[in-house]
């Protein structure tokens, strides 16, 4: 592909978001590593611009692509992705905003000459041409097709489908919708209700979230530093699903607690907002992530012991003292996440699930062994894939003597009481109850999907 990397001082949003998009069709790194790559050379009034045009072409791939793949004559090889990504970039922009159709066309069409790939203009320009002309029969035409009519890969259809028959429609709406902005109110340092008061006189409005005790939904979105006192650490971005693992875990001061696949330490904080001076152990297998789990822990004002390592190598870094608590945060298909990541619907494919759920299934053999007698484990993951979730712990528990499972009736309804029983201390039962664990499904203008399940250490 042409080099975009010139030392000219800015970047068109239009060529910026090319950029990031045909890496995510060559499948190199994820929409956000791409992103917050390139969003420094894009002036910082484009910026924005340039994320409604990443996430946008990346929520409507499936229909967007199911659209261009009618028009052309053949599929654009791998060398001109960047011309693929030009078009789709096009599309969007006819389809889904408020670009008049002459600009969306010529600059579409003056993209391929910045690319150095002159002879596309014609196909480029013909193209949306032709959808701007046509666009209702062209529509029409290939509506019945599952991943325009759902906008979402047909793999991942199939599956919602047959796992969750009658939650389907719901989920597919919350995950092709905006994802609503939830942030975190840090306890340590100021009550919920206070920093509502703060947002209020800035003219934020927000509500409260249900489920988790720390949380406000705002009713817009809004970049993090108009938040009140967010560099501060007063708050953090974090959707309300995630904020129950420290909820759940509910540790205490002194408490030996272990991160287990900690980056970018969004729960690692939380944890340590809970009970700042809980003894925690953050591991990350990923040294290049580890930068993120320090600068939001520089922010919150927490400092902990981090390592790079893999979770499940206990050789490499445990000197062998039981944890009593640990979070195992697994890496997942993330699937209950799929609106605020949604370049998973170009990248993740079946195989990776049955790959993930192999390393999940590692993880937890291993990691159990850290937990001390009597001790916890909350497996999480923000998957709404049963393989990955209940059917994952069904497993574990068939093999593991040692492991029991504790309910969690109601998602936010449990905390774990330093006599280790279990207490209730709220009540909300709209969840999906699974075999094992609390499978939280994605909800428009609620909470992501997310699985959780608690299990306690026991004598074999
Ligand atoms: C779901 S994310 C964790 C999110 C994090 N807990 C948070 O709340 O910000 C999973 C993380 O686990 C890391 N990871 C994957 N395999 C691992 C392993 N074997 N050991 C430790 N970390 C691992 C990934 O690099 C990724 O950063």
């Known amino acids: 592909?042409?080099?975009?990397?010139?030392?000219?001082?800015?970047?068109?949003?239009?060529?910026?978001?090319?950029?990031?998009?045909?890496?995510?069709?060559?499948?190199?790194g994820s929409l956000s590593t791409q992103l917050s790559r390139i969003q420094a050379k894009v002036d910082f009034d484009d910026q924005a611009l340039l994320k409604e045009y990443c996430f946008g072409v990346c929520r409507h791939f499936p229909s967007l692509n199911s659209i261009a793949l009618s028009l052309l004559a053949k599929p654009f090889e791998e060398r001109d992705f960047d011309l693929y990504a030009t078009l789709l970039l096009g599309l969007y922009q006819l389809q889904h905003m408020s670009t008049p159709d002459h600009a969306a066309i010529n600059e579409?069409?003056?993209l391929c000459r910045t690319l150095k790939k002159d002879w596309a203009t014609k196909i480029i320009n013909a193209v949306l041409r032709r959808y701007q002309r046509d666009q209702d029969d062209i529509i029409a035409a290939i509506s019945s097709q599952p991943s325009v009519e759902f906008n979402l890969p047909k793999w991942i259809i199939k599956r919602i489908k047959k796992n969750w028959p009658d939650q389907f429609?719901?989920?597919?709406?919350?995950?092709?919708?905006?994802?609503?902005?939830?942030?975190?109110?840090?306890?340590?340092?100021?009550?919920?209700e206070i920093y509502k008061n703060m947002l209020d006189e800035e003219g934020i409005v927000?509500?409260?979230?249900?489920?988790?005790?720390?949380?406000?939904?705002?009713?817009?979105?809004?970049?993090?530093?108009?938040?009140?006192?967010f560099t501060e650490g007063f708050v953090s971005?974090?959707?309300?699903?995630?904020?129950?693992?420290a909820q759940i875990l509910h540790p205490k001061n002194n408490e030996r607690l272990l991160d287990a696949c900690a980056a970018p330490g969004g729960k690692t904080g939380h944890l340590l907002?809970?009970?700042?001076d809980v003894q925690l152990t953050a591991v990350e297998l990923e040294p290049w992530r580890l930068e993120r789990i320090e600068e939001n822990l520089e922010r919150l004002g927490y400092q902990v012991e981090l390592i790079v390592s893999d979770a499940g190598d206990l050789k490499n870094w445990w000197?062998?003292?039981?944890?009593?608590?640990?979070?195992?945060?697994?890496?997942?298909?993330?699937?209950?996440?799929?609106?605020?990541?949604?370049?998973?619907?170009?990248?993740?494919?079946?195989a990776d699930i049955e790959a993930l759920v192999e390393i999940q299934s590692t993880l937890l053999d291993n990691v159990w062994q850290v937990v001390g007698e009597g001790g916890y484990l909350l497996y999480a993951t923000c998957?709404?894939?049963?393989?990955?979730?209940?059917?994952?712990?069904?497993?574990?528990?068939?093999?593991?003597?040692?492991?029991?499972?504790?309910?969690?009736?109601?998602?936010?309804?449990?905390?774990?009481?330093?006599?280790?029983?279990?207490s209730k201390v709220a009540t909300n039962t709209s969840n999906n109850k699974t075999d094992h664990g609390h499978q939280l499904l994605p909800k428009v203008d609620g909470h992501d999907g997310f699985y959780y399940c608690l299990l306690q250490k026991r004598d074999a």
């Open 237 to 245: 971005v974090q959707d309300e699903a995630a904020q129950l693992s």
């Open 1 to 28: 592909m042409s080099d975009f990397h010139n030392d000219q001082p800015s970047m068109g949003s239009r060529v910026a978001a090319v950029e990031v998009i045909t890496q995510i069709l060559l499948q190199q």
């Open 383 to 422: 998957s709404i894939m049963p393989e990955e979730n209940s059917l994952q712990i069904e497993r574990f528990l068939a093999r593991t003597a040692t492991a029991v499972e504790v309910p969690l009736n109601s998602i936010s309804s449990h905390s774990i009481n330093s006599d280790s029983t279990i």
């Open 206 to 229: 927000s509500r409260e979230t249900s489920f988790s005790e720390s949380g406000l939904y705002l009713e817009t979105a809004v970049p993090i530093f108009v938040l009140p006192k």
């Open 169 to 192: 429609e719901s989920i597919v709406e919350a995950t092709n919708a905006r994802p609503p902005m939830c942030i975190r109110v840090n306890l340590d340092k100021v009550s919920r």
């Open 319 to 350: 000197d062998e003292t039981p944890y009593d608590k640990v979070l195992l945060d697994a890496p997942c298909s993330a699937t209950g996440v799929i609106r605020r990541n949604p370049d998973i619907k170009i990248n993740r494919k079946p």
């Open 273 to 276: 907002e809970t009970a700042p």
């Open 108 to 110: 579409s069409v003056e």
